[in-house]
């Protein structure tokens, strides 16, 4: 079954309810590293079903997501109630051969851009936390607000490559 966009921000959501979403992103790229730690690359790479994205490729996936997350702060920033495009993951998935991809330099490039994300955030004035876009599929969101999905998204994905490497 899909999910709607409504759905799937309100299961997001629920993820970080009762945390801190800055704090929850500051431990992130630790929390990826001390999971992946001493895994071998073929463990890495093996998806849990040919359904399922491996450990590799949801470490791409987190990457990308954090430079759309990147640019989607600076937009909304920049050009306060302007749109905000939604994106396929899955053709991101393909085109960016995320299959192919090094785990480790995946989670490298995470680690760099949430820092640079972080010091932005960390520098806004508070009136600038409600300045929001508008999302093609999920409509206003404010930074507060992207930054509560991306702290859900980031303890979404932990989970799913905790579940992975307990199997393996």
Do not use: C
């Amino acid at each position: 079954m899909t999910e709607t966009p409504q759905q799937y921000t309100q299961r997001i959501l629920g993820y970080v309810e009762g945390q801190e979403p800055l704090a929850v992103q500051r431990a992130t790229a630790k929390t990826l590293a001390r999971l992946i730690d001493g895994v071998p690359d073929e463990a890495l790479r093996a998806r849990p079903s040919p359904a399922h994205w491996s450990v590799g490729e949801i470490l791409a996936h987190l990457a990308d997501a954090e430079i759309v997350g990147a640019y989607r702060i600076r937009a909304v920033l920049g050009s306060p109630g302007g749109p905000v495009a939604a994106y396929d993951q899955d053709a991101w998935a393909a085109a960016g051969r995320y299959t192919a991809r090094d785990p480790l330099k995946s989670l490298e490039l995470f680690r760099v851009v949430r820092e640079a994300n972080l010091a932005l955030l960390e520098s806004l004035a508070p009136e600038q936390w409600h300045d929001y876009g508008v999302h093609s599929e999920r409509g206003r969101e404010s930074i507060e607000h992207l930054v509560r999905m991306s702290a859900g998204h980031d303890v979404n994905h932990m989970w799913q490559i905790e579940r992975i490497l307990a199997r393996a």
